[in-house]
């Protein structure tokens, strides 16, 4: 079963981020801080995590709520930007996602996603379109619970 579609371009954003922070660690330990990434990026909100300094980024560094990852904590800021910028011109990042899947299906829109994301490699791209509703095949269980939307 795939997982709902995001309701507004942040759940793009905290799909995106929860595959980052999970490259290299245990689901767990991400789950278990997810909230404090929640409260620290804004509830992921693109526009404002998009407007976001490098001293934000460098404070969080500091921050016990989050996994003190510099390159990956700008990496949301970037990609948050990215985002920002695909949604002017698109009307939301969910449109300019549904196009991209619509046009290139999954192989293409995932090598795009790769491509233009932080951090974000084509089998992570993957992840992340089936983390927001898009059909990719088979999933198996294990992954279909790793990328499912956080919702501890």
Not at 54 to 61: E, F, N
């Amino acid at each position: 079963m795939l997982p709902d579609t995001p309701a507004s371009d942040a759940g793009y954003l905290e799909s995106a981020s929860r595959i980052i922070f999970m490259g290299g660690l245990n689901r767990q330990v991400v789950d278990n801080k997810w909230p404090g990434f929640r409260e620290a990026f804004h509830g992921f909100d693109p526009q404002v995590v998009a407007a976001m300094s490098p001293g934000d980024v460098d404070r969080l560094t500091e921050d016990d709520r989050v996994i003190k990852y510099r390159a990956k904590l700008q990496a949301v800021v970037s990609n948050a930007q990215t985002m920002q910028e695909l949604a002017e011109a698109h009307g939301s990042f969910g449109a300019w996602v549904d196009a991209l899947y619509a046009e290139q299906g999954v192989d293409g829109a995932a090598k795009a996603l790769a491509k233009r994301f932080a951090y974000i490699s084509e089998q992570g791209a993957r992840f992340w379109l089936f983390g927001t509703g898009h059909d990719i095949g088979e999933v198996s269980v294990k992954n279909q619970g790793k990328y499912a939307p956080f919702t501890g």
